[in-house]
């Protein structure tokens, strides 16, 4: 099963990158620049937009690309993972600038933006709006069930939320996707080819 880990250029350390280099099939996507907010009065945390200026949230983006491509070298993919899934449209518009080949967010909605493939994860199986409980396995396979029947021409995806879930929300996930692994109709792409453009080869 492919893996592909959003990393956070400036958290990068020594250690990080040796784990990160002991794991060579796994992919490397860029999370922000430092995952810190910068939400303006009233609004939900964002990174990627807020109260910042412009040009220097494309320059904290330019500054972790390069960042991530020099110190993990061919493990990295020019795909922003926006933290918090919180990315503002003039932000998103200038990635493709930038040398961005993908962008993954939360939700059905794809920007639409020209030279920029955006697949995005679609189940979140935490209850944020009522008691912030893991769905368990039979709740999480539904949700499953329903993107499939819903999405079959087009991927979907499971935000995991790893510092949220404890022992059992683990191995609900675990069940879920071993069961998917085995169908023999579930295709796993590694992040190449999920956000290569069409008509061409795999992104770098």
Do not use: Y
């Amino acid at each position: 099963m492919p893996l592909a880990l959003a990393v956070v250029p400036a958290w990068l350390t020594p250690e990080v990158r040796r784990a990160l280099d002991a794991c060579p099939r796994v992919a490397i996507l860029q999370h922000g620049w430092s995952h810190a907010d910068h939400a303006a009065p009233g609004q939900k945390k964002i990174e990627l937009g807020g109260a910042r200026d412009l040009p220097r949230i494309l320059d904290d983006l330019a500054r972790g690309k390069e960042r991530l491509a020099n110190e993990l070298g061919v493990g990295h993919h020019a795909v922003l993972v926006p933290p918090w899934n919180r990315i503002s449209t003039k932000v998103a518009a200038a990635l493709p600038g930038l040398g961005f080949g993908g962008l993954s967010t939360f939700g059905a909605h794809d920007a639409g933006i020209e030279g920029l493939v955006q697949h995005n994860a679609t189940i979140d199986p935490i209850a944020w709006h009522k008691d912030r409980s893991f769905a368990d396995t039979e709740n999480l396979a539904r949700m499953v069930r329903e993107q499939l029947a819903g999405r079959a021409d087009r991927p979907i995806g499971l935000l995991t939320h790893h510092l949220d879930m404890d022992e059992a929300a683990f191995r609900s996930c675990e069940t879920v996707l071993e069961a998917l692994r085995r169908h023999e109709n579930t295709r796993w792409p590694t992040s190449r080819e999920l956000f290569a453009r069409p008509n061409r080869a795999p992104m770098s």
